[in-house]
Each structure stands twice: as structure tokens, then as C-alpha cells.
């Protein structure tokens, strides 16, 4: 996936406690053309100012030392900023932390150690809509799916479902469903009805918790 150039920056608010990879993803966004990054040692800061910042996306740690960690952060800022995109960037794989992030309201989840470019990719495709994630916590996700018997989808809202829990944008699931934009968004649509929920983020961790795709 190329790397796209938009008019602006992508403005990127990174929350990490390490200094030394703070400063790292610092050096790698600014000097990357088409981005911006902005750092914090912890959420507290961030989301005192959080308002008038207003980042195009944050990139969460989840072990922050003292205060609040990345879950609670997320769930504090999604509740003040339900559409902010946060895309969890943390060492941890197990389940429980991928659960509990989505369920906070995360939009994506990054492991750790990914390639500088894959990074760039994800955090282009994060501000153009999609929910990007590390391709073991997708296979980690899609794995504990299964067909229920009380599942309220129909069969082609489960394959937007699907494609939603592995980070595709609107276009991305109109081009591998071949249907227009307009039908993805009405099957969303359906979807969110049918869930009972708002956002990405809730469809996506009510499908794992639910087990409904």
C-alpha cells in the first residue's frame, strides 16, 4: 500500500513513556513528508488539551507507568471525543489487552516493532477511515469468530463485519465486496442497528465478545 500525501500533515499525537522511542517515532514521523507528531510521556497531559490540539489520530501506549494506563486513557477520550481515532501501539498480544482496547473504543491495534514503512502505511490508512492492525492481532481476531446460532447479521452484513474487524475503510470493503460505497454504508448501517451500537470500535469488540462473524 503506498504512502499518500494529503494537502496537510497527518497530525499525530504519540502517548508513550519510553524516552528513548518517544523520541525515535518523533524523528521518524517529522522527518516522514505527510506527517506531524506531537509526543507525551503520559494521557493526563494530552487529554487536558486534548480540544485544542485536535489531532488527526493518537497513537496509544498501554503500559504508561504512573497515572492512568492506555485502556483507561482510551476510554476517557473516546467519551469526550467519539470520534477521534485511536490506534493502540503496545507490546502486548494476549487477548484481554486486545479485547479491553477495542471495548475502550480503540479504532485499531499496532504491536510494537512493526517496520518504519508499515507503520507510515497504517497510520495513513487509520486517517483515511480505516482501523488498522498488526496482522497476528487480525488473525487473533478473526480466529475467535464462529458462526452463532443466535446471530442477528445476515450473511453479507457479517462479511462487512469481517472486513471491519481487519481494518478495511468503507472503499477498501466496497472494492473486495463489489458493491458502491453507498450499499457498505447502508450495510453498516444495519449492522450498528442490529448491534446496538455507535461506532467501529463497539461493532468490532461486540463481534469478538459475541463471537458473531
Known amino acids: 500500500m503506498p504512502i499518500l500525501q494529503s494537502q496537510r500533515p497527518i497530525e499525530i499525537v504519540l502517548i508513550e513513556d519510553d524516552p528513548n522511542l518517544r523520541q525515535l517515532m518523533e524523528l521518524l514521523f517529522n522527518n516522514s513528508k505527510g506527517f506531524y507528531c506531537k509526543s507525551f510521556a503520559a494521557a493526563e497531559p494530552f487529554i487536558e488539551q486534548s480540544?485544542?490540539?485536535?489531532?488527526d489520530l493518537v497513537l496509544m501506549d498501554i503500559d504508561l507507568g504512573l497515572g492512568?494506563?492506555?485502556?483507561?486513557?482510551?476510554?476517557?477520550?473516546?467519551?469526550?471525543?467519539?470520534?477521534?481515532?485511536i490506534i493502540m501501539l503496545t507490546v502486548h498480544e494476549d487477548d484481554d489487552s486486545i479485547f479491553r482496547s477495542l471495548c475502550a473504543g480503540a479504532s485499531g491495534y499496532l504491536v510494537k516493532g512493526l517496520e518504519p514503512v508499515r507503520l507510515l502505511e497504517a497510520v495513513q490508512q487509520?486517517?483515511?477511515?480505516?482501523?488498522?492492525?498488526?496482522?497476528?492481532?487480525?488473525?487473533?481476531?478473526?480466529?475467535?469468530?464462529?458462526?452463532?446460532?443466535?446471530?442477528?447479521?445476515?450473511e453479507r452484513e457479517q462479511q462487512v463485519l469481517q472486513l471491519l474487524c481487519e481494518g478495511e475503510s468503507y472503499r477498501g470493503i466496497s472494492e473486495q465486496l463489489f458493491v458502491s460505497g453507498n450499499t457498505v454504508r447502508t450495510h453498516i448501517k444495519h449492522i450498528y442497528e442490529k448491534l446496538q451500537v455507535h461506532s467501529r470500535a463497539?461493532?468490532?469488540?461486540?463481534?469478538?465478545?459475541?463471537?458473531?462473524?
Not at 464462529?146 to 442477528?152: E, R
Open 202 to 213: 463497539e461493532a468490532v469488540a461486540k463481534a469478538i465478545r459475541e463471537r458473531l462473524v
Open 51 to 55: 480540544d485544542a490540539l485536535s489531532p
Open 68 to 85: 492512568m494506563n492506555g485502556v483507561q486513557a482510551v476510554e476517557v477520550l473516546h467519551r469526550k471525543q467519539p470520534q477521534l481515532s
Open 126 to 154: 487509520a486517517a483515511t477511515g480505516g482501523a488498522p492492525m498488526s496482522p497476528k492481532i487480525a488473525r487473533r481476531v478473526i480466529n475467535t469468530f464462529h458462526l452463532g446460532g443466535q446471530n442477528p447479521l445476515s
